[in-house]
């Protein structure tokens, strides 16, 4: 019987997969942290011979080469992936025998990337099934963009056409196991759909059920910003990275965490975003473990040519558990070594010093205080967010953009809000750590535009029209 094991990172929005028939295993698209794959192996007592990779991956670092050194396993790629180590190319309809009953069938479905492979599952235990990686995914497709404006018109119409390969090639009832989509930044739009079919996909998948303009003019609208790592995430992959170190960092006493701010090192309080606000050593920033810590890290702090930070980064954690979570995050996106690290609380990080705190509010605090005097509305949502509904007289800077552009923000009170309070919290500490501590408030609230919109469109006597729910 074959066993169809996904292994999620939900704080990248990805899905890797370990595929056992009970001796022996396959994986497709390895995480960096190899160590849970290995882990299920050895649990269900399979031995795992091919690790299997879709693409060269923009949205974090592959397990892939080094998950074939720890098991023999051989490592397949398209062969015209220019990697610089051993690997077992594959090209277009190349066949994988995994064992007597099962083997995988390589489909070419450029779109994504321009070698993007997906891999077809055949065996008589079971309907067909296709790791699509970055190609047809759940209710939408993986983006067209990541590699560059220059490519991204032939691109969105490879991946129509790769779409629209899968669909007629396969049977309705083979299953679809994407990689991307449930919530990474790699996909075109998101689904709350966690498993479908190519026959659901023919019925529901606009890729599918539109012609090829319209779903290029409907794709390329709606796409928006992706994380400025992704950048130096392909090169890496290229190079072929070997397994992370998760041994616990250097630990920092508060005189080294003082030092390493006023060097101008990012010092990270991963602690929650009520828990910041109560008290927190000044200058340090809100990247909290309830969130996406490492697409937010990874997108503003300033990375070098060579694909590494350009600050060390220290981190600040309840426990060392805390410590040991955001290592495991950091490390699939290439930051691999914190240069510090400090456990407790403000009291413990602080020294001598009062720890700094955090004025919190709701949007109906803002709207009351709107009405008494002036403050400036700072929303850190991205375009694409901004442009569906917004706060008449906000001032726009996405987070992304703010390390940039700090010098936009209006003197004068300012009050961060996104949508629901993650991005807003990291938006005050960046504002506080820049010297308007005590100017900031952080608004800590779900934004739902059917009752935030009407009303500061009512307190402001606003255009609706302007500002659509």
């Not at 390895?30 to 849970?36: A, E």
């Not at 309809?93 to 492979?117: M, Q």
Request: net charge negative; charged share 25%; aromatic share 6%.
């Amino acid at each position: 019987m074959i066993e169809i094991i996904p292994v999620d990172t939900p704080s990248l929005g990805d899905r890797g997969y370990l595929v056992a028939d009970g001796e022996i295993a396959f994986v497709v698209d390895p995480q960096r942290d190899i160590d849970r794959i290995l882990r299920l192996a050895e649990r269900r007592g399979v031995e795992i011979r091919h690790v299997f990779e879709t693409h060269v991956h923009n949205d974090y670092v592959t397990g892939g080469p080094a998950l074939a050194a720890a098991t023999g396993a051989d490592y397949h790629v398209n062969a015209a992936d220019p990697m610089t180590f051993d690997r077992s190319p594959l090209d277009d309809g190349d066949v994988v025998e995994i064992g007597p009953r099962t083997r995988v069938r390589a489909v070419a479905t450029p779109g994504h990337t321009f070698t993007h492979l997906s891999y077809v599952l055949e065996s008589p235990d079971r309907p067909p099934a296709v790791f699509t990686g970055g190609s047809l995914l759940h209710g939408t497709t993986g983006r067209p963009d990541l590699l560059g404006p220059q490519h991204t018109g032939t691109l969105v119409r490879a991946q129509y056409a790769s779409a629209h390969r899968l669909a007629r090639e396969l049977p309705a009832e083979t299953d679809v196991f994407p990689t991307h989509g449930f919530g990474s930044f790699c996909s075109a739009t998101q689904s709350e759909v966690t498993e479908s079919t190519i026959g659901r996909e023919r019925r529901v998948n606009p890729v599918l059920t539109r012609s090829e303009d319209e779903y290029v003019e409907s794709l390329l609208a709606g796409l928006d910003a992706y994380p400025a790592y992704y950048a130096h995430m392909a090169p890496l992959n290229q190079a072929g990275p070997d397994a992370p170190d998760l041994s616990p960092p250097h630990r920092a006493d508060a005189a080294e965490l003082r030092r390493r701010l006023r060097a101008g090192e990012w010092v990270v309080d991963l602690r929650s975003r009520t828990a910041f606000a109560a008290g927190h050593l000044a200058g340090t920033l809100n990247f909290g473990l309830d969130g996406n810590l490492a697409v937010y890290l990874g997108w503003l702090i300033p990375w070098s040519s060579s694909g590494t930070p350009r600050t060390p980064v220290t981190l600040l954690g309840e426990t060392p558990r805390d410590i040991a979570q955001a290592q495991r995050e950091l490390v699939r996106i290439g930051i691999d070594r914190p240069a510090a690290a400090a456990t407790g609380g403000p009291a413990d990080w602080t020294g001598d010093d009062k720890p700094a705190s955090m004025p919190t509010a709701t949007f109906a605090d803002l709207a009351a205080v709107r009405r008494h005097r002036p403050v400036v509305v700072l929303d850190v949502r991205r375009e694409v967010e901004w442009r569906e509904s917004h706060i008449p007289g906000a001032v726009h800077i996405p987070l992304h953009e703010l390390p940039g552009r700090l010098d936009e923000v209006p003197d004068g009170e300012v009050w961060t809000h996104c949508a629901s309070g993650y991005r807003a919290s990291i938006a005050a500490s960046i504002l506080a750590a820049a010297g308007r501590e005590g100017d900031v408030v952080a608004v800590h609230d779900d934004y739902d535009p059917h009752t935030v919109i009407l009303r500061f469109a009512a307190d402001d006597g606003a255009d609706l029209a302007r500002h659509p729910s």
